[in-house]
């Protein structure tokens, strides 16, 4: 590992690089993770209930899919600094508040994409479950093995708006070298330096990196149909 991190260092100018992977990858994974579980489940509680007012929750939730991020950044650090509602967290300039931040702005996103998909399979789903005589439970857990290759996009999808993100973090985050730094924000102050040569080799890493995660989850996913099926 210490070779790792003097080979990187070798590479970028002092701007905390092996620091920022590690800040971001543990941003973008619990901030994935929180998201995926808050909007699949409100996704299929969205699709599920009928009540006065849905379409009107249903626009809200489109129009949260595509909120600029640095808006949410602004909002959590009003929420999260010293004097706001949330200050006695002590969040501000964390990656508590980094993830925070994330899960706000992504959880829209996987919500409207599981409602979208539930709404065009859930009918058919739920007849087929109710003629095998189905409980709800088991109708439920039948719609995520029908619908787990659309989440999963829906998942794929929540951790690259994740680990591309800049704005937010770097309002809440404060882009703190060794701390909260993360791979954007580093390219972003290359970028202000007049770095520009390390921040599009940052950049490529970054892709690189993004590229590895996905094929890598594609992999466990084959692998895990393959045992399913045989």
């Known amino acids: 590992m210490n070779y790792l991190e003097e080979l990187i260092?070798?590479?970028?100018t002092d701007v905390g690089v092996y620091d920022a992977i590690k800040v971001t990858f543990q941003m973008a994974v619990w901030s994935t993770l929180l998201s995926s579980v808050f909007g699949i489940s409100l996704g299929l509680a969205l699709e599920r209930n009928h009540f006065p007012g849905k379409r009107i929750v249903i626009r809200i939730n489109r129009?949260?899919?595509?909120?600029?991020?640095?808006?949410v950044g602004l909002f959590v650090y009003m929420l999260i600094m010293r004097r706001g509602p949330l200050g006695f967290l002590n969040l501000l300039f964390t990656i508590r508040g980094m993830i925070l931040a994330q899960t706000l702005i992504i959880t829209p996103i996987i919500c409207g994409m599981t409602y979208s998909y539930?709404?065009?399979?859930?009918?058919?789903?739920?007849?087929?479950?109710?003629?095998?005589?189905a409980s709800r439970r088991q109708t439920e857990v039948l719609m995520l093995k029908e619908m787990k290759y659309e989440l999963y996009?829906?998942?794929i999808t929540g951790f690259g708006r994740s680990i591309s993100e800049v704005g937010a973090v770097m309002l809440v985050g404060g882009n703190i070298k060794g701390n909260t730094r993360t791979m954007t924000t580093a390219i972003a102050l290359l970028k202000s330096q007049g770095i520009f040569h390390e921040g599009m080799a940052l950049g490529v890493l970054l892709l690189v990196m993004a590229?590895?995660?996905?094929?890598?989850?594609d992999f466990f996913r084959k692998e895990a149909e393959f045992h399913e099926n045989y």
């Open 153 to 155: 996009f829906a998942v």
């Open 9 to 12: 260092s070798s590479i970028f």
């Open 211 to 217: 590229f590895l995660i996905q094929s890598l989850a």
């Open 118 to 133: 539930a709404a065009k399979a859930a009918p058919e789903i739920r007849v087929f479950a109710k003629t095998m005589g």
């Open 63 to 71: 129009t949260l899919m595509g909120v600029p991020p640095v808006v």
